[in-house]
């Protein structure tokens, strides 16, 4: 493999494209909008699933990787880039779980320390809470600021030699005597060993028609943004599904919410009552800060959330890395180290078959 064409340029394809492009590989992203700026720009950039113990091991697998290590990549991108993706250990603070003995020992199988919380002891972690509850505190879990990753990855690709082609969408795949040999877009056709679709929500419609119809589907989620002042809220807190999460600056994101609304990616005031509402018990003090922004994305559901990395079936040299849902930031790194052992005949990090495009 000489030279490989990635369709997607959002977290996981641009991770993807570093990886290859440090093996050697000459890479071309392209991307149908801006890179960047679909799930891996609208989500929060907690570097963990949500309740991360109901989520099967195939996801745990990829998250546990990629948490280990996520902060020697960060580094390794903000020396690539001289940007600063806000990488952070703020830890996550869970409120009143309905399952804390499952949370405790999952925490003891997969060595993550999880510690069962008092009310007191919570509002000890997290002192501007409303009213605190009885929890679960994971002070291993991190964040980062997935727009700046986002531009701290282009850059760093960049760098690298990756070509990146912007607002050009996909919309054939070059299929000759049942192998794969580019892409054809709305302007010209890109020719490559081997493709890649990363087209989060909208990878299954590239790929339809192939013979394997891979579930993957647009969910919605929205998300407000409030501007407060630094060290306002000091932890990540989850309570009811609902988040709060604290930038450096004092801005404090709150989400989110899941629609199944197909490819409506509008804000609605509805989603903009019950996140406000929702982020104020948690936080009251927010009460007295502006929302200075509300926006909406569209994830990559997948059944159980488990993403499809490696070859695509029956078609050779084509790959699949989608469905991450609302992981992608969580187990990017893990995921495009994965498929770029599979793509170069490595060692995989971890075994690569439950996530196999052609799993039934």
Not at 2 to 27: F, H, P, Q
Not at 315 to 338: D, K, M, Q, T
Request: charged content about 20%.
């Amino acid at each position: 493999m000489k030279s490989t064409v990635i369709i997607g340029a959002g977290l996981t394809g641009l991770l993807l494209a570093r990886e290859l492009a440090l093996a050697g590989i000459k890479v071309t992203v392209i991307e149908r909008g801006k890179p960047g700026h679909e799930s891996s720009w609208a989500g929060g950039g907690i570097l963990s699933p949500l309740y991360p113990w109901r989520y099967p091991d195939a996801v745990t697998v990829l998250a546990g990787w990629s948490r280990r290590h996520y902060a020697r990549v960060v580094a390794d991108i903000r020396a690539e880039s001289g940007l600063d993706p806000e990488y952070q250990q703020s830890g996550l603070l869970i409120l009143a779980p309905r399952d804390q003995e499952e949370a405790l020992a999952w925490g003891r199988d997969h060595q993550v320390e999880v510690e069962g919380v008092s009310a007191a002891r919570a509002a000890d972690i997290e002192p501007r809470l409303g009213e605190a509850e009885a929890g679960i505190w994971l002070p291993q879990i991190g964040q980062l600021r997935n727009p700046r990753m986002m531009q701290a990855l282009v850059k760093a690709c960049a760098t690298l030699g990756v070509e990146l082609v912007e607002r050009c969408p996909a919309e054939q795949l070059l299929i000759r005597d049942g192998r794969v040999r580019g892409v054809r877009t709305a302007v010209n056709e890109v020719h490559a060993d081997t493709v890649v679709v990363a087209g989060g929500a909208w990878s299954r419609q590239l790929l339809a028609g192939l013979g394997v119809d891979l579930q993957i589907e647009p969910v919605k989620g929205q998300m407000l943004l409030y501007r407060s002042e630094p060290g306002l809220v000091r932890r990540i807190v989850l309570s009811k599904g609902h988040y709060v999460i604290p930038r450096r600056d004092g801005h404090i994101l709150a989400g989110s919410t899941l629609e199944h609304a197909g490819f409506d990616k509008r804000p609605t005031a509805a989603a903009r009552r019950e996140l406000q509402a929702a982020a104020e018990a948690i936080i009251p003090v927010l009460r007295d800060y502006p929302v200075v922004n509300h926006w909406a994305g569209l994830r990559p559901g997948s059944p159980q959330g488990i993403p499809y990395i490696g070859p695509y079936p029956d078609v050779e040299n084509l790959y699949v890395s989608a469905g991450h849902f609302r992981n992608g930031v969580a187990i990017g790194p893990a995921s495009a180290r994965l498929l770029a052992d599979l793509m170069l005949a490595r060692t995989q990090v971890v075994d690569p078959s439950p996530y196999d495009p052609g799993r039934r």
